[in-house]
């Protein structure tokens, strides 16, 4: 099933991209075509904001990397009023629409602070893709918001380190029970010295997979109805898992 949430799949192409794309394959291959090309851009965005990273500057990023290619980049899926329930394959579903900005500020909290980044490098990243506030090109967007505030706190991830399989496994283990640690204890033995700014963009675009072709094949998002009562659940069932009132 193709992921929809705007329900005019068969009009306007997939996520309404400028193309009318509706092969997959095809889509995948322009996004991070486009994102290819404006990585340099948003990287130079990041580096240049002198105080806090801020949500607003989250969005931002996600508008550089693809707003060439999805007329609605830089929206979250609460601005959107689309995908409030959203989840990726049989295990995972994100926080709901209205308070994604909430969970990803939670994350910018944290890593705005060198000393917190460097301890719980993995809570920060689990933060963003909780929030999972794109309808897509979340990985992309919060890998380089990531990779700014390593680079803030003096060290970066050894991505070319990182096995894409496990470092999935651990992501999904950290979105269903983030007090576990699983993935700040991946992410920990594979810090480095800081890439100076001027080579980061090579960095980031050598990492394996980062282009969906290598390793693990991505789990296909999945919208649910805000009334879905099984969606609604899961949902609450997995608030309680992450240690948080529902």
């Not at 794309?21 to 889509?27: E, I, R, T, Y």
């Not at 094949?217 to 529902?246: C, F, I, T």
Request: net charge negative; aromatic share 10%.
């Amino acid at each position: 099933m193709v992921f929809d949430p705007f329900g005019d799949y068969a009009t306007k192409g997939y996520l309404r991209n400028i193309e009318g794309l509706m092969d997959l394959d095809d889509v995948k291959y322009q996004e991070h075509a486009f994102f290819e090309s404006n990585v340099g851009d948003a990287l130079d965005y990041l580096h240049r904001i002198k105080g806090p990273i801020t949500y607003a500057d989250f969005l931002k990023v996600h508008q550089i990397l693809f707003g060439e290619f999805y007329p609605w980049a830089g929206r979250d899926r609460r601005m959107l009023g689309v995908g409030r329930l959203v989840g990726k394959g049989p295990r995972v579903q994100f926080e709901a629409a209205e308070l994604c900005q909430r969970a990803v500020q939670w994350g910018l909290d944290m890593g705005n602070v060198a000393q917190t980044m460097v301890d719980k490098p993995g809570t920060v990243m689990g933060a963003f893709a909780w929030g999972h506030p794109f309808l897509d090109g979340n990985g992309r967007a919060m890998l380089l918001v990531h990779a700014e505030l390593c680079s803030r706190a003096g060290f970066t991830i050894n991505w070319a380190a990182s096995r894409k399989d496990f470092y999935l496994e651990q992501l999904t283990h950290e979105l269903q029970d983030p007090a576990a640690n699983l993935l700040n204890d991946y992410l920990r033995p594979l810090i480095v010295p800081a890439v100076p700014h001027g080579d980061l963009l090579q960095y980031l675009l050598s990492i394996p997979g980062l282009d969906g072709q290598e390793g693990v094949a991505p789990a296909v998002d999945v919208v649910y109805q805000s009334d879905d009562p099984a969606a609604n659940q899961r949902y609450l069932e997995l608030k309680r898992s992450r240690g948080e009132v529902v």
